[in-house]
């Protein structure tokens, strides 16, 4: 049985609905990393609201755009975010994050931000706005990055290797002792 071009019931096209889907895990992911009140979970909140975020560059027809997404904010940014919140962390300090009382002033700048917002899209007029998707000349650039450019792209990725497990190695690694100090 073949899928049909428009999801029944709703009469709206699968793109549209994909979009609404992402787009809301998106700001969910988003809210949960300001609302978090633990910083690894907010930590990987964020990795989620970038994966959303790179389901919406595909669906805009931006693969490469996509793949750099999740090559360089999940796979590099957030996960370098990550070690380094685990590693500085200590037993001692607080384990969730402290918040002012300044919360209320957040929230209604957020709602006038939101509103002037909704106003700008409103009255914006979109003429190229259509069913037809635009294209991208990303193919040039993807042929000279993994063709004319892979060995400097190699060597770059050897390099931060080599600079994640040297501070991973100094973050781990217990002072000895002064020989000549007094026990």
């Keep these: 049985m073949a ?4 999801i029944p019931f709703l009469d709206w096209a699968w793109d549209d609905l994909l979009f609404l889907l992402l787009a809301g895990a998106l700001l969910g992911g988003a809210l949960l990393v300001v609302l978090g009140r633990d910083i690894i979970r907010s930590g990987l909140s964020m990795i989620f609201a970038f994966a ?3 389901g919406v560059y595909v669906l805009l027809g931006a693969p490469l755009i996509a793949a750099a997404q999740v090559l360089v904010y999940i796979g590099a940014i957030s996960v370098l975010i990550l070690f380094a919140i685990m590693l500085t962390q200590t037993k001692a300090g ?3 994050l402290v918040f002012h009382h300044q919360a209320w002033a957040g ?3 957020a709602l006038i931000l939101a509103v002037l917002l909704v106003l700008m899209v409103g009255a914006t007029d979109w003429p190229l706005a259509g069913p037809e998707r635009g294209t991208s000349p990303t193919d040039t650039i ?4 993994f063709q004319d450019y ?3 792209l190699q060597v770059v990725g050897v390099l931060l290797l080599a600079a994640v497990v040297g501070g991973v190695f100094l973050a781990k690694r217990e002072d000895a002792p002064d020989p000549g100090a007094e026990l």
């Design 52 to 54: 959303a975020l790179a």
């Design 107 to 109: 929230a209604l700048t």
């Design 150 to 152: 892979l060995f400097p």
């Design 142 to 145: 993807a042929l000279l990055l």
């Design 3 to 6: 899928i049909p071009e428009r």
């Design 94 to 96: 607080p384990g969730r």
